[in-house]
Nanobody, 117 residues
Framework: QVQLVESGGGLVQAGGSLGLSCAASRRFFSFNTMGWYRQAPGKRRELVAQ???????NYADSVKGRFTISRDNAKNTVYLQMNSLNPGYSAVYSCHAEVAGWVYDFWGQGTPVPVSS
């Protein structure tokens, strides 16, 4: 019933910035932790950033100071602002949310973010 839908992905030039958003198709659950993950070709999916309902944040070391995660609880939406991108950040970025102490979780379909040289 509930689906997460990402938007904002697309080709970015090196040095550029991009903002991603992820919204629930329906407001049914009160999401706790929401986050962004990414998966590059030949690599496993990894956590990029996450944010709790109380807006405590956690970032992968590789994106600290470069990416910013935020959320709007009223809209059940999580955002990821990505700055100073380079081709090393090219990946499919996916949104994730959990409820009920990780008893249930949901994934978005993923949005590609290719970064050109």
């Amino acid at each position: 019933q509930v689906q997460l839908v990402e938007s904002g992905g697309g080709l970015v030039q090196a040095g550029g910035s991009l903002g991603l958003s992820c919204a629930a198709s329906r407001r049914f659950f009160s999401f706790n932790t929401m986050g962004w993950y990414r998966q590059a070709p030949g690599k496993r999916r990894e956590l990029v950033a996450q944010i709790t309902s109380g807006r405590r944040t956690n970032y992968a070391d590789s994106v600290k100071g470069r990416f910013t995660i935020s959320r709007d609880n009223a809209k059940n939406t999580v955002y990821l602002q990505m700055n100073s991108l380079n081709p090393g950040y090219s990946a499919v970025y996916s949104c994730h949310a959990e409820v009920a102490g990780w008893v249930y979780d949901f994934w978005g379909q993923g949005t590609p973010v290719p970064v050109s040289s």
